[in-house]
């Protein structure tokens, strides 16, 4: 998956038939052209959320090459330039990309000039939009497995509505830590399911580092990946609304490294807003 804006318009990417995610606005070449529209990213492309009547992914015009780094599903966990439009410089397919600016609203314009023309390209973003997914009850249903289990705590304590998070409550996972590398715990749902939002519960009594960039990775009904995210500093409940509704029928947490992964409740809440986009309004 490519999220530079350079490459993605020259490999092109996100032009499939009926969904063109590009625009062309290198024929500008006097002072006074202009254009205005809507991008997505590339999570909304790529789960059909999008109209090639109003949207654009990648936007090329004299020099410059445009995208929204939306964080979220397949690119939820990115670090850099997070709900930001990012304008790069490459000259050909070949060519090195330049990070040149990042816009939101609070840094909006950036104005390019160049040898090259007689005249500037300015690029200002009017508006983000983040609609929300409303979610709804709670998904009940599935089994659930781990890497390895020690002291007895099995992987169907984290979805035994047991909401006690100390090891004396008996509803806390375990995994075996140093005889365990890259320990990850599963939910396999009975059935494939419209997921908006996962509450993850910690344990509370102690070792609640544990779960410090821990990943959540969720699956569809053919295994293929729909959304992941680094969860990033453990909380006692970490909530994680995932920006849009996806189909779901497997979900995956996991540490890096010779860890124990421990926790005391999972749960999934059905996506009840349906998907929506998010597009940045360029002006």
Known sequence: MCFNAGKSWYTGWYTEPGKDGHQ?????????????????GIDDYLNNIFDENEHRVVTRTPGLFMM????????????????????????NKSGRSNVLATLDEETSSFTYSSQHYDFDVIVKVCEIAYPPIITG????????????????????????????????????THTEGDDDFDPWWK?????EEVVGHIRVYNRGDCCGDRLNNAFIELFDDS?????????????????????????????????QGNKVLSLAEVQLFVAIGGPSSSPTRLC
């Open 24 to 40: 062309d606005l290198n024929y500008f070449d006097t002072p006074g052209q202009w254009w205005k529209g809507k991008l997505v």
């Open 223 to 255: 295994g293929t990946s729909v959304f992941s995210i680094n969860m990033g500093t453990a909380e006692t409940v970490k909530e994680v609304f995932l920006g849009s509704a996806y189909n779901v029928k497997e979900v995956v947490i996991r540490l």
């Open 187 to 191: 939910l396999v749902l009975d059935s």
């Open 137 to 172: 009850p709670q998904i009940i249903g599935g089994t659930a497995s781990q890497s390895s289990t020690s002291h007895g705590a099995e992987a169907s304590r984290a979805i035994d509505s047991n909401l006690d998070n100390t090891w004396a409550g008996n509803s806390v």
């Open 68 to 91: 929204f780094n939306r964080a979220k599903g397949v690119n939820a966990g990115v670090k850099a330039y997070r709900n930001q439009v990012v304008v790069v410089q490459q000259w």
